[in-house]
């Protein structure tokens, strides 16, 4: 199946070029010059337009950075017109009430839409390990599948449209949270003085470990935040986000104004580019402690 891929950030660079080592016919579409020349460069094909793109694929994948980009792509440059027939997948983290509207507007072009919000980093991409979360039609889930496999080891189904945005969103919030609590039991265990690698040995031995503390602990304790993978400013939109969505459905979000507050104080400290984990520096501030 010819594929084709909106919007070519981090993570839409990475599946398209993981597609076309699977083989696959893939050509990509971005608004900016600047992105699609670095496409061009690694040898992807680009199209100036991205009706052009979606014309020539039975399947296009989004992955535009928010609904308001596609909304913006799809229906407001009067790219609809290409929809008719196509297969439509949402793979970005955008809200359930904005993915059923979006699959609302397709269908009405003539298209047919499946959200399937991907969880994982770079390296999952180019490996082919991203966790894979479908919401619509199980039918188009399956014809989507021999595609959706290449990226991912297992694909699930979550269930109807919206439901896929809601545990991709579930999922990031949990990144918020690890990272916010990881960084303040980090902050006092090397505020007191204690051996790093003894508290961190007590955690990989207990219930409460989770792979990220160590994957990022380096981070923590060089206090280097480069090469980011998924940038502290696309944390901050998706607390936003949860926060939107999870208030419509009447849940209490005090705990994420916190997490927001710290988010946007990183951003101030300059790290707004820089990995995620830069969080640890809003909320352990002058984490060198005196010597006694």
């Known amino acids: 199946m010819k594929t084709t891929v909106l919007g070519l950030g981090l993570m839409g660079s990475e599946i398209a070029l993981r597609l076309k080592r699977q083989g696959r016919d893939v050509v990509c579409w971005n608004r900016s010059a600047e992105r699609s ?56 983290t955008i809200a359930p009430r904005e993915s059923r509207e979006i699959a609302g507007r397709v269908a009405a072009q003539g298209g047919e839409y499946l959200e399937a919000p991907v969880l994982g980093s770079l390296p999952e991409a180019r490996e082919g390990r991203l966790i894979l979360m479908a919401g619509g039609d199980p039918d188009l889930f399956e014809r989507c599948l021999p595609v959706f496999k290449d990226l991912s080891r297992d694909p699930q189904r979550i269930g109807a449209i919206g439901q896929g945005a809601a545990m991709k969103l579930a999922m990031n919030q949990l990144i918020a949270g690890l990272t916010s609590t990881f960084a303040l039991s980090l902050g006092l265990v090397r505020r007191e003085e204690i051996d790093v690698e003894q508290f961190m040995a007590l955690l990989r031995g207990s219930a409460l470990y989770a792979k990220t503390f160590d994957k990022k602990l380096d981070n923590y304790l060089n206090h280097g ?68």
């Open 37 to 92: 020349e670095a496409a061009r460069a690694r040898g992807l094909t680009v199209r100036s337009t991205a009706a052009e793109a979606i014309s020539e694929s039975e399947m296009t994948l989004l992955l535009l950075s928010d609904a308001a980009a596609i909304q913006a792509t799809l229906f407001e440059s009067g790219e609809a017109d290409a929809l008719g027939g196509r297969i439509l997948v949402q793979m970005g």
């Open 225 to 292: 935040y480069g090469a980011a993978n998924f940038p502290l400013k696309h944390l901050l939109k998706d607390v936003r986000l949860f926060k939107r969505v999870a208030e419509e459905n009447f849940l209490d979000t005090s705990l994420l104004d916190a997490v927001e507050g710290r988010c946007r104080e990183a951003e101030a400290l300059g790290f707004a580019d820089a990995d995620y984990s830069a969080l640890y520096e809003a909320f352990c501030p002058n984490p060198t402690p005196p010597s006694s």
